[in-house]
């Protein structure tokens, strides 16, 4: 195919000129009046025919970048129901754990406690029977 311009040399290049479609040569496509078109490379072809999320049409069009969501680490997506059951039961074991230490801890409190008294109210017993004693003589 010919340039349309010049008509000599072979037209390699494709430009818009004067509102028209024109094939020119290497030369003629210097031209600053020419606005070049170029073919999309494969990437570009492949990106248009992808499906495209409402945000990245709004965010090209509004002229922000768009930045694709964050992928959350598998560890976190993988969390079955019987894994939360069985965090469940050991948050309720230790529980039962702690009230049971504490249960036993405060009855230990208490039996000192008992003794205290119980060695107490002896000891006043004696002090009582010995002072009885001092004014029977």
């Not at 004067?18 to 094939?23: D, I, L, N, R």
């Not at 248009?48 to 970048?65: N, Y």
């Amino acid at each position: 195919m010919k340039c349309e311009e010049c008509e000599e040399n072979e037209a390699e290049f494709e430009v818009i000129a004067e509102g028209q479609y024109k094939g020119v040569c290497r030369i003629c496509g210097k031209n600053p009046e020419f606005v070049p078109i170029e073919k999309p490379s494969q990437n570009q072809v492949d990106e248009s025919k992808r499906m495209w999320r409402v945000k990245e049409i709004l965010s090209r069009s509004a002229g922000i970048p768009y930045n694709s969501p964050v992928a959350l680490p598998n560890t976190l997506r993988t969390v079955s129901l019987e894994d939360l059951r069985r965090v469940d039961r050991d948050r309720k074991s230790a529980y039962q754990l702690r009230h049971e230490s504490r249960m036993q801890r405060e009855d230990e409190a208490s039996a000192k406690s008992r003794e205290r008294g119980a060695e107490r109210i002896v000891e006043e017993s004696k002090n009582i029977k010995d002072e009885i004693e001092l004014i029977d003589e």
